[in-house]
């Protein structure tokens, strides 16, 4: 018996053709109405479903009486309920890795817009402002030198510290949950608490997974704690960030500025964000290059096919379900 994908989102056309020659596969199209109902009507025949951005648990899922396993297309499962699908014996998986240099990239060009205000002047220039040479109230800050500190020294949060290291001469603060004494010595990291870093770094960049403990890391007490001159670069979730208590600092200079990929609420539609000219809004695309989304797909899908030909798959987040 053929099994069942549903292809929700991230894969082309072209990926879905060759998922074809072992499956049958549902691609909800917006062309046919409502993809929130097209999704729900697929579910209950579905064996894989591979795709990103859409959270899953038990109110979503409980018609879907036939589905092994959820292949995501992200490095990020916080939109899954990772105990409910362990509980129901559904793996997870997700894409590690391949997006790591994309990620790390992007953020490094949100401290580097942000600071030198490019997408700001962009803006001013493209206006017709650019009558004379620019003065001190459109200078931005040195990146080059400064204090760069990473919350979440990962994968991800190392490929930005190189950057900034070797790159841009910066020394570099990290804090987490335990000391990597690889990168300390790679990088000349030094470990120190949340709150020394905040104290001290001109970049503050926030790279950590969100969970429970990882929720609102960044409230009123933390921004305080920061240098009136520095940035906070958020890539990793937006509720790691209360975002009022962020507004209220970009808007009273308590920050001197910052760099957001990552919102409470995605998409962001509407928000007072939008009138700050020393914020840089990005729509979530830390990941979101051809080559890298290309390469995350294809992991995604050879995870999927593994799970669903009771193969172990290689990036499986919940191993417990896995007996094969
Ligand atoms: C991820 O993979 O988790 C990134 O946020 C891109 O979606």
Same mark, same amino acid.
């Given at each position: 018996?053929?099994?069942?994908?549903?292809?929700?989102?991230?894969?082309?056309?072209?990926?879905?053709?060759?998922?074809?020659?072992?499956?049958?596969?549902?691609?909800?199209?917006?062309?046919?109405?409502?993809?929130?109902?097209?999704?729900?009507?697929?579910? +209950?025949?579905?064996? !894989?479903?591979?795709?990103? $951005?859409?959270? *899953? #648990?038990?109110?979503? =899922?409980?018609?879907? &009486?036939?589905?092994?396993?959820?292949?995501?297309?992200?490095?990020?499962?916080?939109?899954?309920?990772?105990?409910?699908?362990?509980?129901?014996?559904?793996?997870?998986?997700?894409?590690?890795?391949?997006?790591?240099?994309?990620?790390?990239?992007?953020?490094?060009?949100?401290?580097?817009?942000?600071?030198?205000?490019?997408?700001?002047?962009?803006?001013?220039?493209?206006?017709?402002?650019?009558?004379?040479?620019?003065? +001190?109230?459109?200078? !931005?800050?040195?990146?080059? $030198?400064?204090? *760069? #500190?990473?919350?979440? =020294?990962?994968?991800? &949060?190392?490929?930005?510290?190189?950057?900034?290291?070797?790159?841009?001469?910066?020394?570099?603060?990290?804090?987490?949950?335990?000391?990597?004494?690889?990168?300390?010595?790679?990088?000349?990291?030094?470990?120190?608490?949340?709150?020394?870093?905040?104290?001290?770094?001109?970049?503050?960049?926030?790279?950590?997974?969100?969970?429970?403990?990882?929720?609102?890391?960044?409230?009123?007490?933390?921004?305080?704690?920061?240098?009136?001159?520095?940035?906070?670069?958020?890539?990793?979730?937006?509720?790691?960030?209360?975002?009022?208590?962020?507004?209220?600092?970009?808007?009273?200079?308590?920050?001197?500025?910052?760099?957001?990929?990552?919102?409470?609420?995605?998409?962001?539609?509407?928000?007072?964000?939008?009138?700050?000219?020393?914020?840089?809004?990005?729509?979530?695309?830390?990941?979101?290059?051809?080559?890298?989304?290309?390469?995350?797909?294809?992991?995604?899908?050879?995870?999927?096919?593994?799970?669903?030909?009771?193969?172990?798959?290689?990036?499986?987040?919940?191993?417990?379900?896995?007996?094969?």
């Amino acid at each position: 018996m053929r099994k069942t994908v549903l292809a929700f989102s991230r894969i082309t056309p072209q990926m879905v053709e060759r998922l074809q020659q072992e499956f049958d596969v549902i691609v909800p199209n917006p062309k046919l109405g409502d993809i929130a109902a097209q999704f729900n009507e697929a579910l +209950p025949k579905a064996h !894989g479903l591979i795709g990103a $951005g859409r959270p *899953l #648990g038990e109110a979503q =899922l409980k018609d879907a &009486g036939n589905l092994e396993v959820i292949s995501s297309v992200s490095v990020g499962y916080d939109n899954y309920d990772v105990d409910y699908l362990t509980r129901r014996g559904i793996a997870l998986t997700n894409t590690p890795d391949v997006l790591t240099e994309s990620t790390a990239d992007l953020g490094f060009s949100l401290i580097m817009g942000s600071a030198r205000r490019t997408a700001e002047l962009d803006a001013w220039t493209k206006a017709g402002q650019w009558k004379a040479t620019v003065g +001190p109230d459109l200078f !931005g800050s040195d990146v080059h $030198g400064k204090t *760069l #500190g990473i919350v979440g =020294l990962g994968n991800i &949060g190392a490929a930005i510290a190189r950057r900034g290291r070797f790159g841009f001469n910066m020394p570099v603060l990290y804090s987490g949950n335990s000391r990597k004494p690889a990168l300390e010595a790679e990088l000349g990291a030094t470990f120190c608490a949340l709150d020394e870093l905040l104290a001290k770094a001109d970049f503050v960049c926030l790279v950590v997974p969100l969970s429970d403990k990882t929720r609102h890391l960044i409230s009123r007490r933390e921004l305080a704690l920061m240098k009136k001159s520095a940035f906070l670069i958020n890539i990793s979730r937006g509720p790691v960030v209360d975002e009022p208590a962020l507004v209220d600092a970009l808007q009273s200079g308590l920050i001197r500025g910052a760099g957001l990929d990552v919102y409470e609420r995605e998409p962001l539609a509407e928000s007072p964000l939008f009138a700050l000219k020393n914020v840089v809004t990005l729509p979530h695309i830390g990941s979101a290059t051809g080559e890298t989304r290309t390469a995350m797909a294809e992991r995604a899908m050879d995870n999927l096919t593994a799970a669903l030909k009771g193969q172990r798959p290689a990036d499986l987040v919940n191993p417990s379900v896995f007996k094969g």
